[in-house]
C-alpha cells in the first residue's frame, strides 16, 4: 500500500470508513467488520491483529449482550430480567451497534500504519503547516502520554507510594499520576514544537522528500473506490437500505438490494484485495530469488 | 573570517531578576570549534538558545548578536544554523529516520531531488544506512542522536550548535558520537559550538575552550592555555588535566590518554597501587538466580540467566552499554517487573511473598532514570508531605530529610525548575521517606557534570555508612570507579563478572576508564584520577 500516493491511502480509507459510521445496516457492520479484520491480518503480525481482532470482538459482545439490558423494544422476548423482557430485536441491534463501533476502532488503527506522520505532514504541511503540527502532535501526544504514565506510576510504586488496596488510594494514585504526566506532556510538547521551529518548519513553502506522484494505479484505485463510496450512498439513500430493528427486524427489500450489497462488499474489501494481491506478488518474487 | 559576534549579552528569564547571561562577549570564527564547559546551572544552554533564536527561552535580553555579520533580532530566522538539543526525544520529529532525515529540507522548500542527494550523501559519509528505515522508537540511544546529528546535516548547516550531545550515552557511544562531531568541523568545515560535559571527546580536539560561571565567560582560550591557567575549573577537564598535582608547572599540559602516559612515563617512576578494598559484610540483602526475561512472548531475552548478590552495606553498580537491559535488571529485583524465570530473594525472603506495597515500606526503594517522574506535586517539600501523609508517617520527616541531604534550599521549589543535579538529590530524598534498608537507583548521575557526581557520590557513601546497600546501574565509568565497593559488567542479559573497582577496572583495556588507561601498566591498580593523584603526590614528597 505504501506504494500508493498517501492522499490515495487516505481517501481509500475514508471511503469505507464513512459508510460505516453511518449506514445503520447489519449487513454493512458485519461485511466492515470482516473486511478491516482481513486487512488488519494481511498488514500487522499475526500476534497483533489477534489481539486487536479480539479486542474489537470483545466490544460486539458487550453490545450485542449489554444492549437488551437497558432497551426493552421489540416484539420477541426471549427471556425476562428483573421483570421486563430481554428481546431479540435489541439484541440483535446491539450487535450492529457493536459491530459498527469495532469496524471503525478496526479501520482506524489501519489508518496509522497506512498513512504515517510523514504523509499527514505531506497532506496538510503544504496547505496548514498549523493543522498538520496539530495533528502530528496529537497523534504523536497519546503514546507518549501513555508511556509516561507507566513510567511515573512505576517510580511511585517503586518509592512505596499508594501501594494500599483501597479504592481511596488507587483513585488517589491515579489522579496524581495523571496530572503529573499532563504536565510533562504540555511541556514536551512546547519542546518539540520549538524544535520543529528550529528545524526550518514554516520557514518555506513545504515540499516532500518521497516522490509522491500520481500514477495509473492510485487513479484508478481511487476512481474504483470513489465510484464504489457513490454508489453505496446513493443505493443507500435513495432505495432504503436502512435496516430496521423496532419493533420488528426488518431487512430492507426491493431490487436495489443486492446492488448495494455488492457495492459495499467491493468496498470494505478494496484494501484488503490491494494487500493480499500485494502479499501474493511479494511471495512470487521471492520464490524466484 | 568571523561568523559569530556576541556583544554585551544579558538575559534575564521572565518573572525572575537574576540575569542568567552576564555581559558576555565573544566571537567565533568560521570554521572553529568552540567547548563550552561549565558547571551545571551555569548559563551553557540559555547562551547556546540565544544563539538560535527559534529557541530561545522568554526573557528580557540586552546586547546584540551577529551571525554572518547580520543582527539577529526575537524573530529572526536562521535556518543556516543547525541545534542538537540535549534530549534526544524532544529532537526527532518524525516517526521513521528516512521521515526524520527529510524533515529539515522539506521546511526550506528543496525539492525532492535535492533532499534525497543530501540524504544520500549524508547516510554514507555518516554510515547509517542500515538504519535508514528503521522505526526512531527502535533506535538506541546512541543511534538516535547520530540520526538526530545527520537530519541536521542534511540541510548542510553553516554553523552546528549542540547541547550535551554526548553525556547522555554510553562511554563507547560517545565516543563515537564525539568523534563523528570531530569529523564534521575537520572534514566538512562546518563551525561547531558544543557545550558537553564529556570533556575527553572534545578538548583534546577543540579550538578554543569558553569556560563559563554563574553567567558569565571566566575563560576563552585555546585548550592548552585555558587547563594551565584555570585551576579552580579542573573537575570540568580531562583525566589527563585532573591528575596533575596541584599547583604543578607543568609546560606542557597533556590532554589526551597517549599525552596523559607520556608525562607519567617521563617524570615518575612506575608503582604498584594499593587497593583499599572492604571486607564486604556476609550478609547478603538481596540475591538473584538465574533470572530470564523478556517484554513479549516473541521478542528476545532482555535478561538470560541474570545472577546477583547484594551485600549489607555495600555499593554495588552494574555498568555495560546503553539499552543492554541494565534497567531492565533493576525493575526486576525492585518487583516492577516479573521475570518469567529465577528466583530473587530481599532480605532473606522470596520477592514473590512480599504483599502489596510491603515490600516498597522500610525495604526496597527503586529510582528511576528520570528523577523527575518521582514528583507528582508542585513543590519539593508539598511532594514529600504528600508521600509522607499518604504512607501514614509523620510530616515533619520531610523537612528532616531535606536537611539530612544539604536540599533544604530546594524544598519549595517546583521540582521542574531543578537543575539535574538538584533534581537526582532531591528524588534520592524521596526515595528515603520510606526509610529504605535497600535502594535501587537507575543511573544516578546520568548527564551530571563532576561536581554533582561528587555530591551524589558522597550521599550514597553516607548512605552505605547507614547500613543502607545500594544497587546501582550507570554507563558512568568513573563514579562506578570512585564510589563502587564491587562493580559488574552487564552484558547478554547478565553481569558477566564482578569484582572490586580496582580489579575491575584495571582488568579492562576498553571498557574502562580514562585514569586506568592513563596508568595501565605503569601505576598499575589505579583506576580514578584520584589515585594516580595521590601517587604523584607521593613520589612528589619523596624527592
Known sequence: ????????????????????????????????????????????????????????????????????????????????????????????????????????????????????????????????????LVVSMTTGCIPKLGHKIGEISRAQKGTGLFSGESRADRLRFGAGVFSAAAAWSAENAAETSAVMLSRGYGYAPRTCGTEHRLRRRDIFAVSA??????????????SDQAWDFYPVISPPQGRFACPFKAAFFASAFEIPFILAKERLKWRYLTAKI | MEILNCKDLSFTYNGSTERVLKDINFSVQKGELILIQGGSGCGKTTLLKALKPELSPLGKYCGEIFLEGKRLG??????????????????????????????????????????????????????IGHLLHREISTLSGGEKQLVALCSVMVTDPGILILDEPVSRLDPVAAEELAA???????????????????????????????????????????????????????????????????????????????????????NYSPAEIPQDAEKLSDESVLECRDLWFRYSRSSPDILAGADLTLHRGEIFTAVGANGAGKSTLLKCLGGLLSPYSGKTKVMGKPLKSYKSGELYRECISVLPQDPYDMFIRQTVRDDYRYALSAMGRDL?????????????????????????????????????????????????VKGLDLRWISEVGKLLLELKAAGISVLCVSHDLEFA???????????????????????????????????????????????????????????????
Request: include cysteine; charged fraction near 20%.
Open chain 2, 74 to 127: 526575537k524573530s529572526t530566522k536562521t535556518p543556516q544554523t543547525g541545534f542538537l538539543m540535549q534530549n534526544t526525544d524532544s529532537q526527532t520529529v518524525c516517526s521513521s529516520v528516512y521521515e526524520e532525515l527529510c524533515f529539515g529540507g522539506e521546511n526550506l522548500g528543496f525539492d525532492s531531488a535535492k533532499i534525497n542527494r543530501r540524504i544520500g550523501e549524508t547516510v554514507s559519509y555518516f554510515g
Open chain 1, 1 to 132: 500500500m505504501k506504494r500508493f500516493h498517501p492522499a490515495v491511502r487516505l481517501l481509500m480509507l475514508c471511503c469505507v470508513l464513512i459508510p460505516t459510521m453511518f449506514c445503520r445496516s447489519l449487513f454493512a457492520a458485519a461485511v466492515s467488520f470482516l473486511g478491516a479484520a482481513a486487512a488488519l491480518f494481511l498488514l500487522k503480525p499475526a500476534g497483533a491483529a489477534a489481539r486487536e481482532i479480539t479486542l474489537a470482538a470483545g466490544i460486539t459482545l458487550l453490545s450485542t449482550v449489554l444492549n437488551p439490558l437497558f432497551s426493552h423494544r421489540g416484539v420477541t422476548p426471549l427471556f425476562l430480567i428483573n421483570g421486563r423482557p430481554y428481546t431479540l430485536e435489541a439484541l440483535v441491534y446491539g450487535a450492529d451497534m457493536g459491530l459498527s463501533i469495532a469496524a471503525v476502532i478496526m479501520w482506524i488503527s489501519l489508518g496509522g500504519r497506512l498513512i504515517s506522520k510523514g504523509d499527514m505532514l505531506y497532506l496538510f504541511g503544504r496547505f496548514s503547516p498549523k493543522l498538520a
Open chain 2, 180 to 266: 563523528v562531531i570531530l569529523r564534521i568541523n575537520r572534514e566538512l568545515g562546518t563551525t561547531v559550538i558544543v557545550a558537553e560535559h564529556f570533556a575527553e571527546g572534545f578538548f583534546y580536539g577543540c579550538d578554543r575552550v569558553m569556560l563559563m560561571d554563574n553567567g558569565s565567560i571566566a575563560d576563552f582560550a585555546p585548550p592548552k592555555k585555558c587547563a594551565a591557567e584555570n585551576p579552580g575549573f579542573k573537575y570540568l577537564f580531562p583525566c589527563s588535566v585532573r591528575i596533575l598535582p596541584e599547583n604543578a608547572q607543568v609546560l606542557d599540559i597533556p590532554l589526551t590518554v597517549r599525552e596523559g602516559r607520556k608525562f607519567l612515563s617521563e
Open chain 2, 396 to 444: 515533619s520527616y520531610a523537612d528532616e530529610i531535606g536537611e539530612r541531604l544539604g536540599i533544604s534550599r530546594l524544598m519549595d521549589r517546583h521540582p521542574y525548575d531543578l537543575s539535574g543535579g538538584e533534581a537526582q538529590l532531591c528524588a534520592i530524598g524521596k526515595a528515603l521517606l520510606s526509610q529504605p534498608k535497600i535502594l535501587l537507583l537507575d543511573e544516578p
Open chain 1, 225 to 238: 473506490a470513489s465510484a464504489l463510496f457513490a454508489a453505496v450512498l446513493i443505493l443507500f439513500a435513495f
Open chain 2, 481 to 543: 570507579a570512585e564510589y563502587s565497593d564491587r562493580c559488574g559488567l552487564f552484558f547478554d542479559g547478565r553481569i558477566i563478572s564482578a569484582a572490586p573497582p580496582g580489579e575491575f577496572f584495571s582488568d579492562s583495556s576498553i571498557y574502562t576508564t580514562p585514569a586506568s588507561r592513563i596508568a595501565r601498566r605503569f601505576f598499575r591498580g589505579a583506576v580514578t584520577a584520584g589515585q594516580i593523584s595521590a601517587e604523584i603526590a607521593r613520589q612528589e614528597a619523596d624527592r
